[in-house]
């Protein structure tokens, strides 16, 4: 008896969360093979969680925004409680808009192609309705600037087209009319209506030639006005505001790359204190840094790894 009651209280429970794994997004039917330029690469959340942004092998940055999927109830005189609310977050993320960020190129100077894929997205804070997201390739970051865009259409044209449209008369007069639009007393003047809103993306910055090897990490200031952007061997420190200089704040490359032990993995910002940052290595080792103490932040402030009994190693060891 006791089993069974307890058999079914666990019946009336709501089934548990099912976890899906996913490398692209949108529908598809059973069996449909994945495209390679489809498969996510990098997501990033925005501040307070209101934005989504992906970024594919295939060079696309997709926004999503948050909404709501609860039901609301109007208040009237219907004093009876609400219906329970499902169990669930409530909310999901639905398509925002989407652009080309990268593009596929070739270095001709070393022979390498240079894939289209984001290696990292994130985004700027902004003071207005703009959405601003920093992205980068492996050789190339760029600021996108996302805004809604008032598009306007002419009317009040002259005389009918074909398709219902209309259009002004050509020079010459009245006459030029087609045969069937009418008579005209007057000529008006066409005018400019807004029609819709829609949402526009632009690269306001680009970024370029600062880095040797592949880039591997981006991250933001909490300042909202520097970034850095790291590859294998150096981290550098860049203005928002400038795109042709900055500045190198961590190189580990040494004299003979024979001697190369690690290399840098990811690097990021502290989210309060714009002075402090951390890397990480290929050897499993976290160093924290401060820019305060010097300009070239190779002395880290902290340090933390388990020390490695079997003794040093080369990286290509």
Known sequence: MVAGAQLTGCSDQPPPIEWQFLQCFGERTPGEEVQEADVISAV?????????????????????????????????????????????????????????????????????????????????????NTKHIIATNDKTIKLWKVYEKKSSMVTG?????????????????????????GSMQRLRLPTVTPHELCLASRAKRVYANAHTYHINSISVNSDQATFLSADDLRINLWDLEVTNRSFNIVDIKPANMEDLTEVITSAEFHPQHCNVFAYSSSKGCIRLADMRNSALCDRHAKAFEEVDASGSKSFFS
């Open 44 to 128: 990033e959340f925005d501040s307070d969680g209101s934005y989504l942004a992906t970024g594919d092998k295939g060079g696309r940055v997709v926004l999503f925004e948050k909404v709501s999927t609860q039901p609301r109830y109007a208040v009237g005189m219907d004093q009876r409680p609400p219906p329970p609310l499902p169990r669930g977050p409530g909310f999901e993320y639905r398509y925002l808009t989407e652009f080309q960020s990268h593009e596929p190129e070739f270095d001709y100077l070393k022979s390498l192609e240079i894939e289209e894929k984001i290696n990292k997205v994130r985004w700027v804070r902004s003071s207005n």
């Open 157 to 181: 044209w002259n005389v009918e087209r074909p398709g219902g449209f209309m259009h002004s008369p050509r020079l010459g007069g009245l006459s030029a009319a087609p045969p069937g639009a």
